[in-house]
């Protein structure tokens, strides 16, 4: 067996196929608080202000799509300023500009690839960051160790390892980029073509589309996708199935009156936050509840440990 085959075995076997249940897409009336109970739900919204379980953190500087490394001990986002890629412990303190925007390039959401050595296969750790940049409007995904110091980020490949009838993928066009699990894998979304797509450093032909939307978000094991698609004039929260042949695909939020937007895991991969004009909403992954506005403030989700 082909050294190539093992890996491809071994994280077979490591995934398993978990497929979430649907659940009613209306608000529960009253439960909207600005102070929620500590969960680890953080938002950011372009200030210097971020909320971190209820309260206001100031981070010194304005920044924008705020995300957190899967330990929690640093954060990564954006700055208002410059647009430049930063890290930061999680108050904000011991800013690095992990790479410069060089200008006329909008950079957003950044998300950390993170995965520990395989000595079997002789791969090293990883402490990544993916993020994408607009240039003219053209997207590309780009690549950064996050340790780095005012370093210039490299383009993300796609389809350097290539089954035989594998299709070629757009290199542009590429945004929202969220990494998740053991293997380097990471889903993102292409504007031109309006659907998400799989990608990961050793399977899969570093890339493979799977579905209508966008605003994709990995979950923590690398198993499952929770994403927006639109029905019937309402965005929706869709999850989908990434292993095994059938990609079952779920609405979490049908019969949805609300939008529901830049959806997010919890660590545990129990429960998805995502913005609504009212707020932050959250649903059980398994659908096991309706959804919940639980904070007021309104911004972009995330999760820290």
Same mark, same amino acid.
């Given at each position: 067996?082909?050294?190539?085959?093992?890996?491809?075995?071994?994280?077979?076997? *490591?995934?398993?196929?978990?497929?979430?249940?649907?659940?009613? @897409?209306?608000?529960?009336?009253?439960?909207?608080?600005?102070?929620?109970?500590?969960?680890?739900?953080?938002?950011?919204?372009?200030?210097?202000?971020?909320?971190?379980?209820?309260?206001?953190?100031?981070?010194?500087?304005?920044?924008?799509?705020?995300?957190?490394?899967?330990?929690?001990?640093?954060?990564?986002?954006?700055?208002?300023?410059?647009?430049?890629?930063?890290?930061?412990?999680?108050?904000?303190?011991?800013?690095?500009?992990?790479?410069?925007?060089?200008?006329?390039?909008?950079?957003?959401? !950044? %998300?950390?690839?993170?995965?520990?050595?395989? /000595?079997?296969?002789?791969? /090293? @750790?990883?402490?990544?960051?993916?993020?994408?940049?607009?240039?003219?409007?053209?997207?590309?995904?780009?690549?950064?160790? *996050?340790? =780095?110091?005012?370093?210039?980020?490299?383009?993300?490949?796609?389809? %350097?390892?290539?089954?035989?009838?594998?299709?070629?993928?757009?290199?542009?066009?590429?945004?929202?980029?969220?990494?998740?699990?053991?293997?380097?894998?990471?889903?993102?979304?292409?504007?031109?073509?309006?659907?998400?797509?799989?990608?990961?450093?050793?399977?899969?032909?570093?890339?493979?589309?799977? %579905?209508?939307g966008s605003q994709p978000a990995l979950s923590p094991n690398g198993e499952e996708v929770v994403f927006v698609?639109?029905?019937?004039g309402h965005n929706h929260l869709f999850e989908l199935d990434i292993n095994g042949q059938q990609h079952t695909?779920?609405?979490?939020?049908?019969?949805?009156?609300?939008?529901?937007?830049?959806?997010?895991?919890?660590?545990?991969?129990?429960?998805?936050? =995502?913005?609504?004009?009212?707020?932050?909403? %959250?649903? !059980?992954?398994?659908?096991? *509840?309706? !959804?919940?506005?639980?904070?007021?403030?309104?911004?972009?989700? @995330?999760?820290?440990?």
């Amino acid at each position: 067996m082909s050294a190539r085959t093992r890996l491809r075995s071994a994280a077979s076997i *490591a995934l398993t196929t978990v497929v979430a249940t649907s659940s009613v @897409a209306l608000l529960t009336a009253g439960a909207a608080s600005a102070a929620t109970a500590p969960n680890g739900l953080t938002i950011s919204n372009g200030t210097k202000y971020v909320v971190i379980n209820g309260k206001s953190v100031d981070f010194g500087t304005p920044l924008r799509d705020l995300s957190w490394s899967p330990d929690g001990s640093k954060a990564a986002f954006i700055d208002g300023t410059n647009g430049s890629l930063v890290v930061s412990n999680p108050d904000g303190s011991g800013k690095t500009v992990v790479a410069r925007n060089p200008g006329g390039q909008i950079w957003s959401h !950044p %998300t950390w690839q993170v995965t520990a050595a395989v /000595p079997e296969y002789r791969l /090293p @750790a990883k402490n990544n960051i993916i993020f994408s940049a607009d240039k003219g409007g053209v997207s590309t995904l780009l690549r950064m160790v *996050a340790t =780095a110091h005012n370093s210039k980020p490299t383009v993300l490949s796609l389809n %350097t390892y290539s089954d035989d009838d594998a299709k070629p993928l757009p290199q542009t066009g590429n945004v929202w980029p969220s990494a998740g699990g053991s293997y380097g894998s990471a889903v993102y979304a292409n504007s031109n073509t309006g659907e998400v797509f799989i990608r990961d450093d050793y399977l899969r032909q570093q890339g493979a589309a799977t %579905t209508k939307g966008s605003q994709p978000a990995l979950s923590p094991n690398g198993e499952e996708v929770v994403f927006v698609r639109s029905v019937d004039g309402h965005n929706h929260l869709f999850e989908l199935d990434i292993n095994g042949q059938q990609h079952t695909v779920k609405d979490l939020t049908p019969g949805a009156t609300a939008n529901y937007v830049q959806p997010t895991w919890s660590p545990d991969g129990k429960t998805i936050a =995502a913005r609504t004009t009212g707020g932050i909403a %959250t649903v !059980p992954a398994d659908g096991s *509840a309706k !959804p919940t506005l639980v904070s007021t403030s309104t911004g972009m989700p @995330a999760f820290r440990r």
